[in-house]
Nanobody, 122 residues
Framework: QVQESGGGSVQAGGSLKLSCTAS????????MGWFRQTAGGQREGVAV???????TYSDSVKGRFTISRDNAKNTLYLQMNSLKPEDTAMYYC??????????????????WGQGTQVTVSS
């Protein structure tokens, strides 16, 4: 129901913008967010956007990443600046049919995309 795009390879200090487009119904007040997972690692929260517009970021990306949403396009974005090698991971978009956004709590999200790979080289 959601599909990510925009991943790729970039050098440290570079930028990427991820997109997450919903193919089915995603309410404009639903919570949506971005999570990431490294090979062999656990899925961790990156940023979430609540139904009322509130945002939460992990400490590791605060000040560098920005989450936003275009309800008219049914699309969620993640602007990633000043990328670091430790940002390398598979990035996933998630949604839950509530306005509140548990963070970081991947188990509380109902809909997931298949992920888009981000690789940052030093």
């Amino acid at each position: 129901q959601v599909q990510e795009s925009g991943g790729g390879s970039v050098q440290a200090g570079g930028s990427l913008k991820l997109s997450c487009t919903a193919s089915g119904y995603i309410g404009s007040t639903w919570c949506m967010g971005w999570f990431r997972q490294t090979a062999g690692g656990q899925r961790e929260g990156v940023a979430v956007l609540g139904g009322a517009g509130s945002t939460t970021y992990s400490d590791s990306v605060k000040g560098r990443f920005t989450i936003s949403r275009d309800n008219a396009k049914n699309t969620l974005y993640l602007q990633m600046n000043s990328l670091k090698p430790e940002d390398t991971a598979m990035y996933y978009c998630a949604a839950r049919p509530r306005a509140s956004c548990p963070f970081p709590a991947p188990a509380d999200y109902d809909y997931w995309g298949q992920g888009t790979q981000v690789t940052v080289s030093s």
